[in-house]
Nanobody, 121 residues
Framework: QVQLVESGGGLVHPGGSLRLSCAASGSISDITAMRWYRQAPGKQRDWVAIIERNNSTYYHDSVKGRFTISRDNAKNTVYLQMNVLKPEDTAVYYC???????????????WGQGTQVTVSS
């Protein structure tokens, strides 16, 4: 079974940094796009950053210049380095990845369980 597990969330002061990790496990043939989403209380889930297999990256305007997405294909892991964190960054952060399992011929989006990031003084 393919699974995504996020880690690295927690409580941080404004201006601080956190590094989120998301590791995919299971019988995986290929992972193409890897993405980070976030959802604040009472708000819709929205994308934060995307990294393609060729390492092309895309950032939401709200995090551009502060967050960096990267991936380690050998470890099936995507990271989100978050710097200069603001209270408005507080949300549950979700990992998403387009994965083709070994038992299937098509690619499917998988979601992690989410990790809480709280930015507060």
């Amino acid at each position: 079974q393919v699974q995504l597990v996020e880690s690295g969330g927690g409580l941080v002061h404004p201006g601080g940094s956190l590094r989120l990790s998301c590791a995919a496990s299971g019988s995986i043939s290929d992972i193409t796009a890897m993405r980070w989403y976030r959802q604040a209380p009472g708000k819709q889930r929205d994308w934060v950053a995307i990294i393609e297999r060729n390492n092309s990256t895309y950032y939401h305007d709200s995090v551009k210049g502060r967050f960096t997405i990267s991936r380690d294909n050998a470890k099936n892991t995507v990271y989100l380095q978050m710097n200069v964190l603001k209270p408005e960054d507080t949300a549950v952060y979700y990992c998403n990845a387009a994965i083709r399992p070994q038992t299937e011929i098509t690619t499917t989006n998988y979601w992690g369980q989410g990790t809480q990031v709280t930015v507060s003084s």
